[in-house]
């Protein structure tokens, strides 16, 4: 068979198009992932915190507060920079005044520690992208080497439910929430706070591909909440009898179990907590993703 010199051109247009758009889409054939993560969490709200006076954001950072974290998750590629990922979350938060120095909230007395179940979707937009490589085995061909670590930021909204719980006396642990601890649903401006709350996740993460299917990373995310009451502390005491009336010895104590040292502030009406500032939390992971075949959902084999 004979090839004329305009027909092979035309050829060789077609193939070098066809190579072009494979390599430009390449994205397209691996834009499905499983996703699973280790980590850790922490917390910022009106508990434990630095040996100083309470501030907002990282100064107030307890580091014995962590706590540990897993997740797993899907994440499907929209494009060549961004993407969206859909993860759930399991772990716990953790607060106690006995870990401060500060010597107000520490005469306080205050603790607790809640699990926290977080679903949540993300957008990520990245800011480097991984070096594409091979799509098949060639014996000589090492395009899998030096392949350039992807980062990316995201923003999302999440879905979270907590339930705190404070350490009695004896070292049994009882939850905080229907024992209305500051007089919640006693009187019409104090209401009782909903368990299932909203939060708002966003934070930095990087990636960096060890084979065609799987891949490692790092991330970090703060999440801000519209709740105050995460670790069941945010406004003023409330009358210690009423609530020892209405609710037992047992919520008197969690009220105000303060350690009785000059000079006292746990009167009804002071200061308990901080309402101007809305509760956070973090987490911090090692994730692991898989690309997930073209055809379906195929189980990864290990």
Known sequence: MKFSIPALLV???LLADNSANAQFNHWRRNRSEYVFGLGATNFLGDLGGANQIGTNG???????ATRPLGSIGYRYRTGKQHAVSC???VGYLNGD????EEPIRQNRNL???????ELGGQFEWMLTRQREGHRYNLRGVRGWRNISIESYVFVGI??????????????????LRPLNTEGQGMVETRKTYSPVQFAIPFGIGFKYAISREWSIGLEYGMRKTFTDYIDDCSTTYFDNDEIRAENGDLAAYFADPQLGLEPSQSFAGEQRGDPTDFDSYMFAELTFYYKIPRGGFAIPKF
Do not use: E
């Open 58 to 64: 990282m100064r107030d950072l307890d580091w014995p």
């Open 111 to 117: 603790n607790f520690r809640t699990p926290v179940v």
């Open 97 to 100: 005044d006995a870990l401060t």
């Open 158 to 175: 999440s879905g979270f439910w907590f339930n705190p719980q404070g350490r009695y006396i004896d070292g049994t642990w009882h939850s």
């Open 11 to 13: 050829i060789l247009f």
């Open 87 to 89: 993860k759930l979350h």
